[in-house]
């Protein structure tokens, strides 16, 4: 138990939809990132948050979006949906130059 | 540029045999390794990690890796498999000295341990 929580663990949504998905990190983390994890695929790097700013961003589009609040808990936006955002959304939340704990996910489906 | 290889996208052992699973790493910059572990419909596990020191580190459930500079490898090793050990393995590498850790992935071992 990581004491990283992410909601909700399942969701399915239409292409061309958006959808948001979130993440309580743990107490006392200031960062938290993002990583999509395709079936059978490593994670991905989508981006970090630090103290409620971008902190790097991997090669996704614009329309995968975030953010972070003051609680350090954050979000993740997925505008104009398409089948290949089908995957497992996995939040990392730190506290400064330590390694990340990882929540048990987000698997969304894009029909 | 930083990248991560993990060599045998799926291997199988008996139970009570060594397990060796294979990481290869590119990096500009000294690295950062770490071995995680996913279990079905679970998220990722910290095994062990190597920043700075003793290039032979210990991890969790009797697990251990060992930085070999010379070779850019970091394999994980295990004097004896469990069938608990069934699962899939990451492999990854980040930065040293970027303050926070943004993990480069390999694509997985998937560990099949046999009766």
């Known amino acids: 138990e990581t004491g990283v929580t992410q909601s909700p663990t399942h969701l399915i949504k239409t292409r061309g939809q958006q959808v948001t998905l979130r993440c309580s990190s743990q107490?006392?983390?200031?960062?938290v990132s993002w990583y999509q994890q395709a079936l059978g695929q490593g994670p991905q790097f989508i981006f970090q948050?630090?103290?409620?700013?971008?902190?790097g961003r991997g090669n996704f589009p614009p329309r995968f979006s975030g953010l972070q609040f003051p609680n350090y808990s954050s979000e993740l936006n997925v505008n104009a949906l398409e089948l290949d955002d089908s995957a497992l959304y996995l939040c990392?939340?730190?506290?400064?130059?330590?390694?990340?704990?990882f929540g048990q996910g987000t698997r969304l489906t894009v029909v | 540029a930083q990248s991560v290889t993990q060599l045998g996208s799926h291997v199988s052992v008996s139970e009570g045999a060594l397990v060796l699973l294979r990481c290869n790493y590119s990096?500009?910059?000294?690295?950062?390794l770490f071995w995680y572990v996913q279990y079905p419909n679970q998220g990722l596990q910290l095994l062990l990690k190597?920043?700075?020191?003793?290039?032979l580190v210990k991890g969790i459930n009797g697990f251990e890796a060992e930085f070999k500079k010379s070779e850019t490898s970091f394999h994980l090793t295990k004097p004896s498999a469990h069938m608990s050990d069934a699962a899939e393995y990451f492999c990854?590498?980040?930065?040293?000295?970027?303050?926070?850790?943004?993990?480069?992935f390999g694509t997985g071992t998937r560990l099949k341990v046999l009766a």
């Open positions: 990392a939340s730190s506290p400064a130059n330590t390694e990340a704990f």
């Open positions: 107490s006392g983390h200031n960062t």
């Open positions: 948050y630090y103290r409620e700013e971008e902190n």
């Open positions: 990096s500009s910059v000294p690295p950062y």
């Open positions: 190597y920043t700075t020191g003793a290039t």
């Open positions: 990854a590498v980040s930065r040293a000295n970027s303050g926070t850790y943004k993990y480069i």
